[in-house]
């Protein structure tokens, strides 16, 4: 409980956001799966922005945190060097070892946004933009 309240006193909603790529993904996609709120929350954002991008077979990639090892994490490298890819992680915040994991990956030199929701973590890979990292809410 105290990981959600600590969560959304961080994380902000489309206002504010100056990211033209992750404002669209928020208002387009993100917000209003948030609002129909299905019952597999996880699976309706990865099927809802796999979708939206546009994006060809094999080049989402969903990586589950808690399944993760930690001698893993060097063969994500080779997912990271692929800038066409998106990776989405699951289970941020379900212990200090899953959370200690996602900060490595969204710290990679190679990820350029990394999106954080409470429910899963988004990285782009793509350089359109500096390097962010955003927590966002249900609006």
Not at 42 to 51: C, D, F, R, Y
Not at 56 to 77: F, M, N, S, T, W
Not at 125 to 136: D, E, M
């Amino acid at each position: 409980m105290f990981k959600r309240i600590r969560f959304n006193w961080k994380a902000q909603t489309a206002h504010g956001l100056h990211s033209p790529f992750v404002y669209r993904l928020y208002t387009e996609v993100i917000d209003p799966i948030y609002q129909q709120a299905p019952a597999d929350l996880q699976e309706a954002l990865i099927h809802g922005i796999g979708t939206y991008l546009k994006l060809e077979a094999g080049h989402l990639h969903v990586i589950d945190l808690v399944k993760l090892q930690d001698y893993e994490l060097d063969g994500i490298e080779s997912l990271m060097q692929q800038k066409e890819f998106l990776i989405i992680c699951l289970h941020l915040h379900e212990n200090e070892e899953t959370a200690a994991r996602w900060k490595k990956i969204y710290q990679n030199k190679s990820v350029i946004h990394s999106i954080e929701l409470y429910e899963l973590g988004i990285i782009s890979l793509n350089p359109i933009a500096p390097k962010q990292h955003f927590w966002l809410k249900k609006s």
